[in-house]
């Protein structure tokens, strides 16, 4: 095996080992409150695999998820901590729920395209405040993007009590034209599988051909990689932290955009339920990779979507977020589980000779 196969093994297998590792620590937690790890995770397993409306509720969490996902990735790759895609997402929301509702009788070929451009474009600028303070002053893009997410935040609750508020009960907007909404791939009961998936993943392809085969995309991780020598390369730093921020962004208002279109299909006070900041979590599993953000989404919303029928076995549904954390923990901590795959190597290695 070559040292560039040998680094593309390990790889993968820090987020894959990282998981195994985290399910036998979440047994020996279930082993500990005196209940079976074997059925817990048989639980799980069917409340996310074992029907269509678990696939259906799956894909669904996993959308917007991936989205995001991908837009802190993105932000990574380029050497920009976008911590702000929580508030990117919500003025991506936003617009597609001020221009869906006044969307009326417009054809859905225009008005799913317009709305959908409108919000990414919302997400886009949002975010380009912080690359524009980054770029041009040298503002730490983690302190003004969190003070970007409190704005949008409290933006999206004055127009469902102001603007845009409709009926009683919770804050909310009117649903957007029927025209601008996405038609569901399939409908199971009360649940639909969004065909807002279809959107995700071609954003994951075309990330990746962004990075990996333009001019554009070698530029971006070059600054990523190191400032200084792409700067003395001639390539503008300020321009691609911009650039950067706005792509980001645009991602995370995409995930905005889906939730409205096809789940919601308008705004309230919370609708974003901290997806821009699992979009961090995503990211970190998916090793800043826009294929291993597919695979990290869909682990992240299949734990979710079965942890409800683990209750049903007397497991609460906090150890999902513990089996979460001690991921992305192990994840983050990448060099524990580097050592360890090279020792496993070596002893493998070793077996064979």
């Given at each position: 095996m070559t040292i560039q196969s040998k680094?593309?093994?390990?790889?993968i297998l820090v987020p894959v080992l990282s998981v195994i590792i985290a399910l036998l620590i979440g047994a020996i937690v279930i082993l500990a409150i005196g209940k079976n790890p074997i059925v817990a995770y048989k639980e799980m397993f069917i409340g996310a695999f074992g029907s269509k409306m678990s696939w259906a509720s799956n894909i669904t969490k996993m959308t917007s998820l991936l989205l995001t996902g991908l837009a802190v990735a993105f932000g990574f790759r380029?050497?920009?901590?976008?911590?702000g895609a929580e508030g990117q997402m919500a003025v991506g929301g936003m617009a597609a729920a001020v221009v869906g509702i006044n969307m009326g009788q417009t054809p859905m070929i225009i008005a799913v395209p317009v709305t959908i451009l409108c919000s990414i474009m919302a997400g886009a600028v949002w975010a380009s405040i912080a690359g524009i303070l980054k770029a041009k002053t040298g503002a730490h893009e983690v302190i003004t993007?969190?003070?970007?997410?409190?704005i949008a935040y409290h933006i999206g609750n004055y127009l469902v009590v102001g603007p845009l508020a409709v009926g009683d009960g919770v804050p909310k907007s009117p649903e957007i034209a029927k025209s601008a909404q996405l038609p569901p791939l399939l409908t199971v009961q009360a649940s639909t599988l969004p065909?807002?998936?279809?959107?995700a993943v071609a954003a994951a392809i075309l990330m990746y051909i962004i990075l990996e085969k333009t001019t554009a995309g070698y530029e971006l991780k070059a600054v990523g990689f190191n400032p200084y020598a792409a700067e003395y390369g001639g390539i503008s730093i300020s321009k691609n932290i911009i650039l950067t921020m706005a792509i980001s962004g645009g991602l995370a208002g995409l995930a905005g955009a889906m939730e409205v279109m096809c789940v919601h299909l308008r705004i309230f006070g919370s609708f974003t339920s901290g997806r821009g900041f699992d979009g961090i979590t995503i990211a970190l599993i998916g090793q800043n990779s826009p294929i291993g953000s597919i695979f990290s989404a869909f682990l992240i919303s299949s734990l979710r979507t079965g942890s409800t029928n683990m209750q049903f076995a007397g497991i609460p549904d906090d150890l999902v977020g513990l089996i979460?954390?001690?991921i992305i923990f192990l994840v983050a901590?990448?060099?524990?589980?580097?050592?360890?795959i090279i020792k496993l190597f070596r002893v493998k290695g070793g077996e064979n000779a």
């Amino acid at each position: 095996m070559t040292i560039q196969s040998k680094k593309r093994a390990i790889k993968i297998l820090v987020p894959v080992l990282s998981v195994i590792i985290a399910l036998l620590i979440g047994a020996i937690v279930i082993l500990a409150i005196g209940k079976n790890p074997i059925v817990a995770y048989k639980e799980m397993f069917i409340g996310a695999f074992g029907s269509k409306m678990s696939w259906a509720s799956n894909i669904t969490k996993m959308t917007s998820l991936l989205l995001t996902g991908l837009a802190v990735a993105f932000g990574f790759r380029a050497g920009v901590f976008n911590i702000g895609a929580e508030g990117q997402m919500a003025v991506g929301g936003m617009a597609a729920a001020v221009v869906g509702i006044n969307m009326g009788q417009t054809p859905m070929i225009i008005a799913v395209p317009v709305t959908i451009l409108c919000s990414i474009m919302a997400g886009a600028v949002w975010a380009s405040i912080a690359g524009i303070l980054k770029a041009k002053t040298g503002a730490h893009e983690v302190i003004t993007t969190i003070m970007l997410n409190w704005i949008a935040y409290h933006i999206g609750n004055y127009l469902v009590v102001g603007p845009l508020a409709v009926g009683d009960g919770v804050p909310k907007s009117p649903e957007i034209a029927k025209s601008a909404q996405l038609p569901p791939l399939l409908t199971v009961q009360a649940s639909t599988l969004p065909s807002g998936i279809i959107i995700a993943v071609a954003a994951a392809i075309l990330m990746y051909i962004i990075l990996e085969k333009t001019t554009a995309g070698y530029e971006l991780k070059a600054v990523g990689f190191n400032p200084y020598a792409a700067e003395y390369g001639g390539i503008s730093i300020s321009k691609n932290i911009i650039l950067t921020m706005a792509i980001s962004g645009g991602l995370a208002g995409l995930a905005g955009a889906m939730e409205v279109m096809c789940v919601h299909l308008r705004i309230f006070g919370s609708f974003t339920s901290g997806r821009g900041f699992d979009g961090i979590t995503i990211a970190l599993i998916g090793q800043n990779s826009p294929i291993g953000s597919i695979f990290s989404a869909f682990l992240i919303s299949s734990l979710r979507t079965g942890s409800t029928n683990m209750q049903f076995a007397g497991i609460p549904d906090d150890l999902v977020g513990l089996i979460q954390g001690i991921i992305i923990f192990l994840v983050a901590a990448e060099r524990i589980i580097k050592t360890l795959i090279i020792k496993l190597f070596r002893v493998k290695g070793g077996e064979n000779a």
